[in-house]
């Protein structure tokens, strides 16, 4: 007997028994989009390696440690998405989406990365995300919107009191400058202690310290300065005025200095909605604002900000709160047959109830009578009928109700019409 091949580590499948969810996520998801005025984008799987180099930071894990890269045929290197905004950006400048009116509202839904990450629960090597993206706002309110979009989809499935949304402002380059070398001065004395990554960022991006997976380097970033206590007037401005915004919307926040987010883009306002109930991966979402991204990736100066909301963690989120996931509808008809002779005909049917807009089912394996009855209770139709010789020549047939209801006849020929009526009432 050949090996059994397995899927890659770190990847799963979706199987029919849970699709449901995804699909109900999905609904509600371009409902609130198109609530909030939100366009729809897709972009590719794979990018030209460069896009992410520059966009996402070559200090990052992602670039430095994470990235599934390849090389072509004709030698180009091509990277699967590790992230949804960047490849958003490109398609902007390369579309000039940016000449419409603004401001630009997109979003993907849902858009599958890829990172190389050690697996574990709500982390995975092929993940899926829901995100938007806003171009040409730089005010705090657009800042307050992208969040109120994020609280709108937990509200909406009834997580929002269990999710927390951390805040903080990594200021501007303005004021981050003067930042980052208070930092430096303070890890310093510290670096012989640093792991390798950390003293590898050190003078280049040393914020990066906070979010360190070390236990010796979060300790020692307990004591650091942080950037609230650097930001500039205008940064300050902004970070005050979204939270009197937030206030104002009795959406509740925690400040929280620490945070930075794992990539290289983000300026002035960074958040995340953790939850406390999924384990180590407690971040469910988690953006901020770019406004200097565009710029990098080619294009004329424009402001953005958007997020990245995590499918699997969601799910998780929502199975953990008890939530009741809309099944899909069953099989409405099966139609059996007595004899294999009347196959063609027992297809017509079901091809006509199926273009009158009712799912229907057939024998196609040859079961017997009882059979196929016992394989129409197991896919839980509503409705099941035989079709032998007599029934061909009355034009009639006895329809059971599967759900318990009184057996009724009907010509063959209003069989369609007869069960869409049942189905409504």
């Not at 050190?202 to 380097?217: G, L, Q, Y």
Request: glycine share 10%; charged share 25%; proline share 5%.
């Amino acid at each position: 007997m050949a090996t059994m091949i397995q899927l890659p580590k770190g990847t799963r499948d979706i199987l029919p028994s849970e699709i449901h969810k995804w699909y109900h996520i999905e609904a509600v998801v371009r409902q609130l989009c198109q609530d909030f005025g939100y366009q729809e984008i897709r972009t590719p799987v794979f990018e030209n390696t460069d896009l992410f180099v520059r966009g996402v930071g070559d200090t990052t894990d992602i670039v430095q440690k994470e990235m599934f890269t390849m090389v072509d045929a004709g030698g180009r290197s091509l990277t699967l998405r590790p992230e949804g905004t960047s490849p958003v950006v490109r398609a902007v400048l390369e579309n000039s989406l940016y000449a419409g009116p603004m401001p630009l509202k997109l979003f993907y839904n849902p858009l599958t990365c890829y990172r190389a990450e050690k697996p574990q629960a709500g982390r995975q090597r092929e993940f899926h995300q829901f995100g938007i993206e806003l171009f040409g706002a730089a005010t705090p309110a657009a800042d307050a919107e992208v969040i109120l979009v994020a609280y709108e989809l937990f509200r909406r499935f009834g997580l929002a009191d269990r999710l927390l949304l951390k805040l903080n402002s990594i200021g501007c380059p303005v004021c981050r400058a003067a930042y980052r070398n208070a930092l430096i001065d303070y890890l310093t004395p510290y670096k012989d202690e640093l792991c390798d990554t950390c003293r590898q960022r050190m003078d280049k991006n040393p914020m990066r310290v906070f979010d360190c997976k070390s236990e010796i380097c979060q300790g020692i970033a307990k004591g650091a300065p942080l950037i609230t206590d650097y930001l500039c007037d205008d940064c300050r401005e902004h970070f005050e005025s979204l939270q009197e915004t937030l206030a104002e919307l009795e959406i509740p926040f925690e400040v929280d200095p620490t945070i930075v987010r794992g990539l290289d883009y983000y300026r002035r306002t960074v958040f995340e909605f953790v939850s406390g109930d999924i384990g180590a991966q407690a971040t469910v979402c988690g953006g901020g604002r770019y406004d200097g991204l565009v710029e990098e990736l080619g294009g004329d100066p424009l402001p953005g900000i958007g997020f990245g909301l995590g499918i699997e963690r969601l799910i998780m989120s929502l199975e953990n709160a008890g939530y009741a996931f809309p099944e899909l509808p069953k099989t409405a008809v099966y139609v059996g047959m007595t004899d294999g002779s009347l196959d063609v005909l027992t297809t017509r049917i079901v091809t006509a109830l199926r273009r009158a807009g009712i799912s229907a089912e057939k024998d196609i394996v040859g079961r017997s009578v009882k059979a196929q009855m016992k394989y129409a209770g197991k896919l839980g139709v509503r409705f099941a009928l035989i079709l032998g010789e007599n029934e061909i020549e009355t034009n009639r047939v006895t329809v059971k109700d599967m759900q318990g209801g009184e057996p009724f006849e009907v010509s063959l020929d209003g069989l369609a019409g007869t069960i869409e009526e049942k189905l409504r009432g």
